[in-house]
């Protein structure tokens, strides 16, 4: 049988098995095993990358002079143009280039070592273990794209999960879904929320309802009212943890609650100025030496609550985002979409090109009705408080390569 060996190249791996039973015995660390890690992140940088030692020399910090976690704000922050310019990668870790998800800019391109993909996995199955996955048993139904572009289904016996494509499903295709969900028969579903949320609007549409142990969501984040919403449809919990493709910072979320991995990589939370509650999420990562990245900047916040609870804050990027007339910075956040005139919708998308002006993209399960037509274009007028032109488009939404969805694609270059 094919499928056993290929899962054994990654469950087997001595790099997997080594991190994975790391976590198990101590998934957090002291501030000393802290620093320790940090201390070997920052000497193998300065050591290896020119840039690192030229900025850090001229600016006279001394890396070997550090006695505490402290003493780290001494280095300035890194963002990703200064990353582009860095002379990456550091040879010797049998790396591999891939890039990070855009639909608006360039994207960065990223060097990672090999060995990197062992330990992601292992987090992550560690995280998932807490809900009741078992990487020895457990089976996956994972919603996202992978390369057979003609098929809405391919088998991945690596990960033991049958991968569904979002570009292909939709109203007809729907039960073409479902046959393969019931004959898998699997234990968790996984994959990008607004893929997983489209499936549950056909579920409601035909009246279907499946039972799993838990929902994964991955790579995007979700509404509260989402989640409750496929929750009930599939009649389990769900859960999400947040990452980024430079692999330099892993949060898990339990009960409402993001908790940085310390084993993963060295995370500070720096305040916004002139806003409470609000930080900055700057992290040190210890998993790809090809490419270490030294107080990085991810460009996502954090906010906390005032009983200490930890969420990221996804909506501060220009591209979550519309703009009015005069520059009005309009957040869509509180815009109900699981009103009865959206029943219908499979899914919707707002592309401005200039301020003022946006078109709304909407897929409907189904052509709708001049009068659902009507209704949904009302509505959506007076959330955006008539400071934009609403021009309606009927149409699919568009998807980058990887099969990510977003929500707003703002192309004013904000």
């Not at 049958?162 to 292909?168: R, W």
């Not at 032109?389 to 929500?407: A, H, I, L």
């Amino acid at each position: 049988m094919v499928g056993p060996f290929v899962r054994r190249r990654l469950v087997g791996n001595k790099e997997f098995v080594d991190q994975y039973e790391t976590l198990v015995a101590k998934e957090f660390l002291s501030d000393e095993e802290k620093f320790k890690k940090v201390m070997a992140t920052l000497r193998h940088a300065y050591n290896n990358v020119a840039e690192y030692r030229g900025r850090w020399d001229g600016l006279g910090i001394d890396i070997n002079s550090f006695t505490s976690l402290e003493d780290l704000k001494q280095l300035p922050i890194l963002t990703k143009d200064d990353v582009k310019r860095m002379s990456f990668p550091i040879e010797g870790y049998d790396d591999y280039v891939t890039y990070t998800g855009s639909t608006t800019g360039k994207p960065l391109k990223l060097y990672m070592s090999g060995n990197s993909i062992y330990h992601e996995r292992a987090f992550i199955y560690h995280y998932w273990s807490k809900f009741g996955y078992d990487y020895k048993t457990s089976k996956l139904i994972t919603f996202r794209a992978f390369k057979i572009k003609k098929s809405f289904k391919n088998y991945n016996p690596l990960y033991r999960e049958y991968q569904l494509s979002p570009f292909l499903l939709s109203y007809k295709t729907f039960y073409d879904y479902v046959r393969v969900i019931e004959k898998f028969k699997p234990d968790y579903i996984c994959g990008y929320p607004y893929t997983i949320m489209n499936f549950c609007r056909l579920a409601k549409k035909f009246g279907y309802h499946h039972e799993v142990k838990g929902l994964f969501f991955v790579s995007e984040g979700i509404t509260k009212e989402d989640k409750e919403y496929v929750e009930a449809v599939f009649g389990c919990p769900s859960h999400i943890y947040y990452g980024h493709s430079e692999r330099s910072v892993f949060a898990g979320e339990v009960n409402g609650s993001y908790t940085f991995s310390d084993q993963y990589g060295y995370t500070e939370l720096l305040p916004v100025e002139d806003e409470d509650n609000v930080f900055q999420i700057v992290v040190t990562g210890y998993m790809n030496p090809s490419m270490p990245l030294v107080r990085y900047h991810t460009d996502d916040y954090a906010v906390i609550d005032e009983d200490g609870n930890v969420t990221i804050d996804g909506w501060r990027k220009s591209d979550h985002y519309i703009y009015g007339r005069n520059g009005e910075r309009l957040s869509t956040i509180a815009m109900s979409y699981q009103q009865e005139i959206f029943e219908n919708i499979l899914n919707y998308q707002m592309v401005q090109e200039e301020y003022g002006k946006i078109t709304m993209v909407i897929e409907g399960i189904r052509t709708l009705q001049e009068e659902e037509r009507e209704k949904i274009e009302a509505y959506i007028t007076k959330r955006l408080y008539r400071l934009v032109d609403v021009e309606f488009k009927y149409d699919k939404v568009q998807m980058t390569p990887g099969g990510k969805y977003k929500r707003i694609i703002q192309n004013t270059n904000v």
